[in-house]
Antibody
Framework: QVQLVQSGSEVEKPGASVKVSCKAS????????VNWVRQAPGQGLEWMGW????????NSAQKFQGRVTMTKDTSTNTAYMELRSLRSDDTAVYYC????????????WGQGTLVTVSS | EIVLTQSPGTLSLSPGERATLSCRAS???????LVWYQQKPGQAPRLLIY???SRATGIPDRFIGSGSGTDFTLTISRLEPEDFAVYYC??????FGQGTKLEIK
């Protein structure tokens, strides 16, 4: 069964970092890229970035450049997204989603990880 | 950056009716990269339509995507109770529209 399973909820203080994991099963991360999308409470979807299946190349939205790092571990078939210098407006559900190439549709989504930033 | 504007913001209809959702781009978008998702409360989005008009695996044929250039439409030909949700369009695997909430009248 093709699926993405994400790590559990996190509570962080302003200024801290958070790292969310996304484990793929039923296929390998070397064949499909991984996107990261977030959704603030009651708001819409916001694309954060994508990591290539073929190497460690990434492409991120300008708003997150310098603050987000996307990586993957092919030995465990797990992708990671780290967001640094957290602010209260980073409170959101973070999703990983499969997309073969950079501009492709997202056909499989993780269940989401709630990250709460609060002092 | 291309902006996608969805209308209406909220659409109130009854089961059995036809729904027409619009997605307008601030500049021309390749149809190959125009996508629609459905999201229900507490759930992750689900891929409905890719390439502007191709249904994803398992999506019923009452969901119809159309359009080109700057104007795209998602039509649900005959609403079922499970279709009431929020719908998002997306272009080039990046920008999302703000969403249309389809609610039961």
């Amino acid at each position: 069964q093709v699926q993405l399973v994400q790590s559990g909820s996190e509570v962080e203080k302003p200024g801290a970092s958070v790292k969310v994991s996304c484990k793929a099963s039923g296929y390998t991360l070397t064949n499909y890229g991984v996107n990261w999308v977030r959704q603030a409470p009651g708001q819409g979807l916001e694309w954060m970035g994508w990591i290539s299946p073929y190497n460690d190349n990434t492409n991120s939205a300008q708003k997150f450049q310098g603050r987000v790092t996307m990586t993957k571990d092919t030995s465990t078939n797990t992708a990671y997204m780290e967001l640094r210098s957290l602010r209260s407006d980073d409170t959101a559900v973070y999703y990983c989603a499969r997309g073969k190439q950079l501009f492709d549709e997202f056909d499989i989504w993780g269940q989401g990880t709630l990250v709460t930033v609060s002092s | 950056e291309i902006v996608l504007t969805q209308s209406p913001g909220t659409l109130s209809l009854s089961p059995g009716e036809r729904a027409t959702l619009s997605c307008r781009a601030s500049e021309s978008v390749s149809s190959s990269y125009l996508v629609w998702y459905q999201q229900k409360p507490g759930q992750a989005p689900r891929l409905l339509i890719y390439g502007a008009s191709s249904r994803a695996t398992g999506i019923p044929d009452r969901f119809i995507g159309s359009g080109s250039g700057t104007d795209f439409t998602l039509t649900i030909s005959r609403l079922e109770p499970e279709d009431f949700a929020v719908y998002y369009c997306q272009q080039f695997g990046r920008t999302f529209g703000q969403g249309t909430k389809l609610e039961i009248k």
